[in-house]
């Protein structure tokens, strides 16, 4: 019948608006993971140098008194939203760290204040005493004995993330790709009758 023809053409279009609509949408969450491993990939890069630094302090600090001068607790907070439907919430989380500026009880190459970068919330207050690890090649910066400012396996779990989520958008991606290539070409070849 005549009238047929039409309508499976219709059908057919929006048969294939919607698988390409539900492509794209998967597209941008592919591109969505990737971008959120990226970020993670890079913070990972920029805590690598910091980690660096803690396990060299850590490691070849020079160990010195020091008397607190001022303490600066620093605050960060995080939120995050839990749950599903009613039972959906908001949790907020503050997690401290710390910066200590000390007098040194010996100078280490001629200087006599170094601040302590502490990863906690420091309760000592002014006039305390504290042993610290003064960096030999740049004695303004200090940390605790056995607290590095930042751990050095902080780096390595942000870059297996970053790397897990790439992997992911990756395959993500493949799929996609051949789906587009399998309808591309089922619409190019003409149906058998």
Known sequence: MPGQFPLRGSIASISWGRR???RAAGLIAVLIVLFIGAVFIIVSLALR??????????AHGVRREAVILNVDNIAHT???TTGSGSG?????????TAEVLVRLA???HGEARATVH?????TDSPGGTLTVLVDPDDPGYAELPGSPSTPAVLPTIFLAVGAFL???AAMGGA??????????????TPALR
Do not use: C, M, N
């Not at 959906?88 to 401290?96: E, G, I």
């Not at 799929?175 to 190019?188: N, P, V, Y």
């Open 20 to 22: 390409l609509s539900g």
């Open 49 to 58: 140098s910091s980690a660096a630094r803690s396990s060299f302090v850590q």
């Open 78 to 80: 995080s939120t995050t």
């Open 88 to 96: 959906k919430h908001t949790v907020t989380s503050t997690t401290y």
């Open 106 to 108: 010996d100078p280490v």
């Open 118 to 122: 502490v990863p906690r919330y420091e």
């Open 166 to 168: 790439a992997a992911v």
């Open 175 to 188: 799929l996609i790709a051949r789906s587009w290539r399998r309808a591309s070409r089922a619409r190019d």
